[in-house]
């Protein structure tokens, strides 16, 4: 109910002793960036509020910096303070979609998203893609705010365009619309397929795909119940 698993994983330098618990960090770190993102926008100008989150975005990558390069540490992938630079960036998308400026950094926009998929395409290619390895801790993940960012301002300036209309198609709706519950049964729902997997004795070294596809269909059947007994009626 505190939200504040990241900051303990960090303290005590391992994840979570309970293993369902795995994925909240990044939904504490939200948590906690929401919880004061109201105050400032309570307490600043619009104008203020841009140079206050894009001073957020800075500190963050510096945060990274030093946690990774310095102290060698895991904070900088799973703390607020050193990864509010994305939540940063969405927050200006929509101070400047809401104030009528963002269409005039249409083409940062359109620089920024196509040149961090290309570098990640890159990083993709050649395997260096491991998130505690420091050049994802620090570029890598600067990389990630501004090209979601990026692509964000894109589709809200575009609404016509095919990648906006993809993103209207039914299935991906629905599976927004239960992405929460995606994001939070998976990890029970890998555990109970390997588990039935391993008690009929079937290698699941040798059909990695197959057992990728049971993990992924057992997740989103729970997880469409779960939305249709707990969050749908509500």
Known sequence: ALFVGNIWETIKGRPSEIWSFGPLWSLQVEEQFYLLYPLLVGRFSSSALKRVLWGAVGVAFLLRC??????????????MPTRMDALAMGGLVALHWRDGTLRKYFRHAKMGAFTCLAIWALLLATG???KWAILIQTIGFTLNAIMFSSFLALLLLNPGSYAASMLRWAPLVYTGRIAYGLYMLHVPCRFVVLTLLKRYSIDISA?????G???????YIVASISWSVLGKPF
């Open 213 to 219: 596809v049971l993990e992924l269909m057992s997740a």
């Open 207 to 211: 059909i990695p795909v197959l057992v």
């Open 66 to 79: 030093v946690t990774a390069g310095v102290l060698h540490s895991t904070a900088g992938a799973i703390l």
């Open 128 to 130: 260096a893609t491991d």
